[in-house]
Structures are given as C-alpha cells and as structure tokens.
C-alpha cells in the first residue's frame, strides 16, 4: 500500500508513476520512500505577462548549473547564464552566457530583463542585490527572504529555533572566551565554528579540540566575518532530505539519503539511506517539507543533516538549490533534481520523486590525471550500466570534477562498482 503523511493543507498525488513504485521494496520497510504533495495551486499569473516564458535565468556557472542544461534542452527551456568566468563549467555547455560577478549590482539588474525567472547555481549572491532584482520586478526563486537562510547560518539557526526543528546546540560567538563559556556550558571541547556566511565544502569549518584552538580561529578571523559556535554531534551517518517546492505550493520529495562527507566534501551518496526506517524517513520528508513551506522555498531544498545514536534526526545546514547528494536522481529518478528545480522554478506540475530502482550510490569524483576521459574505456567496459557525468573542469588534485552513479538490486555490488569508478578517474587504480 501506498503510504504517505500529507502535511497540513496538501494532498498526496496519486500519479501513474507514484502508483508503480506501490510494488517497488524498498529500505523503508517496504512502504514507498518518497512522498508528492500538491496543495491546490493559485498559479502564478505574473509569469504570463512575460514574453518569453521559459527563460531561466541562473547565476553562478559551476556543475549544478551545466547540468540544469540537460533538462532544459529536452524541456525547451532556455537557460540564461550569469558566468563569472567564460571557461566556468557551465559556460562551456550554454550558448546565453554573460560573464560577470552577481556581486556587480548594476550588471546583474541588466542582465536580469530577458530572464523569465531568476535562479542560482550558489549562494554567494549579496542578499541585497537579490533583494534589489525583486524591487525591480524580477522573478527570483527562491526569493531573497528564503535564500538568506541558506546564506546565512546565524540566521538559519535562530530560524530553526523558532520552528522548534532539531539541531545542534549553537550560540554566535565573537571571541576566544565565548567559545570557551559555550563549551564548558554543554559537553565541552570539542566544538565546531562556523563562519555564518561564504562556506562550502567545509571551508568556513573549524574544528577546536581546545579553548586554545579556539582562540586561534577567533583571532584569526577578520573583523566582518561573523562566527557561530555548534557542539560537536558524535553522528552515527549524514544523511539529507531533499524537497522541491513550485510557487503553487506543490512538493515533491525524494527519499532520504545517506552521505558521507570527507574533509567538508561530500564522497558520496547512497539512495535511500540504508535501513532507515519508514517511520524515521517519513518524519524527516516531513520536516524537509515543513521547512520548505514555511521558509517558502521554491526550487529544490536540501537539508543537510545529523542522524545521532539516539536515533534523533538534527538539521546541519540549508541549501536552495540543486545539491550534490540529489545527483543520484539524475539517474537513478523518474525526475531529476535538475528537472524538478527547473520545473518548480516556472511553476510548472512537479515530476515523479519515485527512485528507479532499488539501490542508487553516487560517488564524486575528486581530482584525478589531467585527462579525465582517458579513465572511460576501462570504466565502461568493466561497467556497461554506470554513469558517469563529467563537469569540463579543470583537474586539481581533491577537486570535484565529476560524479558516477550505479543502481540496481544489491547494495554491496552498487556501492563496490561506483567506488571503484571514482576511484579509478582519481588514479588510484581503484
Ligand atoms: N556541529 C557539527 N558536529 C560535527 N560535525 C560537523 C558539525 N558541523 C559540521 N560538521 C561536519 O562538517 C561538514 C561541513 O559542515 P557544513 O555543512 O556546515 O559546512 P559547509 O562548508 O557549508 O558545507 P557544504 O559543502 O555542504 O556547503 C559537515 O558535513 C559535517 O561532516
Ligand atoms: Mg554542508
């Protein structure tokens, strides 16, 4: 039986595809992992007073914005670039490239009248010239009231306090003493900081073994960046939910992954997140969605989060747009991230969430030998069924420059086969 919770004010779809996968085991007890809600739309007639009704606008030219691409040429949809560099990822794929910095208020104003909507492919966008785009009338989605908090930590905490969703014990801090009253206020050392703003792939993390660690960090930290102080969660695994949300109201919800990251960077991913239980994804989509929804999300929302001993379930962080632990869908979905973001960001109906098949394991591909094609007659032809998605960047040892996926039945043979993939772009024999 088809099983799904429908938060308050929507209704689960029953689709076609939704229906198949009643029969599909899965690691959720049997029951369907994924969820689809549809709360009755108000659609949103500015979007009709626009010429051209399928220009995407995307600022930030890295791998989530060249692989957008891909849907939009079977949707037709036309995907217009703000590149902050001609030989970014993205810019070598899409014809309607601008190169310049969103940072640049007046160059992102212009380049914004021919887009139907405005998206992002990351986050360091000044939330002001965001803010900006809107006063002038521009689509952005997500808008600036939600993006700021995948922007901003401090902001994202406080913000999660008061929709009393679970996280890390948390404080902002501005000196070494601080860190040392928060600690000794919990569990002690160690403790994580965090820099509020500019973070990825773990740069703008620190770990402080030490209330001498910790003033290190402070004391080395410029006077702008804001800083927030986490406890340190003994996590048993990551794992992240991934929703997708259209100005309508509509939702769709893939299942919960589980991730591993390694220095800050995420290695890989395994769709659903093994033996999870249903009750366990069911809550967690759930709070995904309620986070969505109050925030008024549109496009994808991932959240980044902790599974601990005790079987509780904390929120990390907060991204807004397509993520690397939604890769696998690309593959291994009816619909992909990829499409879901554009389809949500037009709002236009969202696509099917439902897995393809039993297992998906994304691995990253970090670094590698210069010549990354030179792994593919191996790959291939040890392993006719991966996926392999290359991003055109230029090769630097720990680099992302890529990612396969497997999928099938058994989960030790998909996770041996993406690891030896990724393992062999890399160079390390595998
Ligand atoms: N409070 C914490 N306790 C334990 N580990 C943590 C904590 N916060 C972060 N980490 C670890 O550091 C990683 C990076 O942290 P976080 O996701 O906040 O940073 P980021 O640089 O913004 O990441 P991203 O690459 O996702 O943008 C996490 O995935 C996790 O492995
Ligand atoms: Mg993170």
């Known amino acids: 039986m088809y099983v799904a919770l429908a938060p308050p004010g929507y209704l689960p779809i029953l689709s076609r595809a939704d229906k198949t996968a009643e029969n599909r085991p899965s690691a959720a007890g049997g029951k369907s992992s994924y969820l689809c809600f549809q709360r009755l739309p108000a659609r949103d007639t500015r979007l009709s007073a626009v010429v051209d009704r399928n220009v995407v606008g995307v600022v930030g030219a890295g791998q989530l914005a060249r692989m957008m691409q891909q849907p939009a040429i ?3 949809v036309r995907i217009r670039l703000l590149a902050e560099d001609a030989s970014a990822a993205a810019a070598k794929v899409i014809v309607d490239s601008t190169v310049g910095t969103p940072r640049d208020r007046d160059l992102l104003l212009q380049w914004a009248q021919r887009c139907t909507v405005v998206t992002f492919d990351h986050e360091h966008v000044p939330t002001e010239h965001i803010r900006a785009l809107e006063a002038a009338g521009h689509l952005c989605r997500p808008g600036s009231a939600a993006l700021v908090h995948a922007q901003d930590k401090a902001v994202m905490r406080e913000r999660m306090q008061r929709l009393g969703v679970a996280q890390p014990r948390w404080s902002r801090v501005s000196t070494g003493d601080e860190v040392t009253e928060f ?3 919990g569990k002690g050392f160690p403790i994580v900081l965090k820099a509020a703003r500019g973070g990825y792939d773990g740069k703008g993390v620190w770990f402080a073994e030490s ?6 960090v402070v004391n080395a930290m410029p006077d702008e960046v804001e800083l927030l102080a986490e406890e340190h969660v ?3 695994r990551e794992l992240a939910a991934l ?7 509509q939702q769709a919800a893939y299942p919960v992954v589980q991730s591993v990251q390694r220095d800050g960077i995420c290695v890989e991913v395994v769709a659903p997140a093994p033996e999870i239980t249903a009750e366990l994804a069911v809550q967690t989509e759930q709070t995904a969605m309620r986070i ?3 925030l008024d999300v549109t496009g994808v929302l991932a959240v980044e989060l902790f599974e601990t001993a005790d079987g509780q379930v904390l929120v990390n962080e907060l991204a807004m747009r397509p993520h690397n632990t939604g890769h696998w869908t690309i593959d291994g979905a009816v619909t992909s991230q990829f499409e879901n973001h554009l389809r949500a960001v037009l709002d236009l109906p969202l696509g099917s969430p439902a897995p393809r ?3 998906a394991v994304m691995a990253n591909i970090l670094g590698g030998a210069p010549q990354l094609f030179d792994g593919y007659p191996h790959v291939f032809a040890r392993d006719p069924a991966l996926k392999v998605h290359l991003y055109g960047k230029g090769v630097r040892p720990g680099r992302k420059v890529g990612h396969v996926t497997a999928y099938g039945d058994d989960l030790d043979t998909v996770v041996e086969r993406a690891r030896h993939a990724a393992a062999w772009f890399r160079g390390d024999g595998g």
Request: proline content about 4%; hydrophobic content about 55%.
């Open 183 to 185: 600690a000794e206020a």
């Open 234 to 236: 003994d996590f048993v």
């Open 243 to 249: 929703v997708v949300r259209s100005p309508s109201g």
């Open 211 to 216: 209330a001498a660690d910790a003033a290190a």
């Open 74 to 76: 079977a949707l037709d």
């Open 292 to 294: 969505a929804a109050e």
């Open 357 to 359: 098949s039993r297992w």
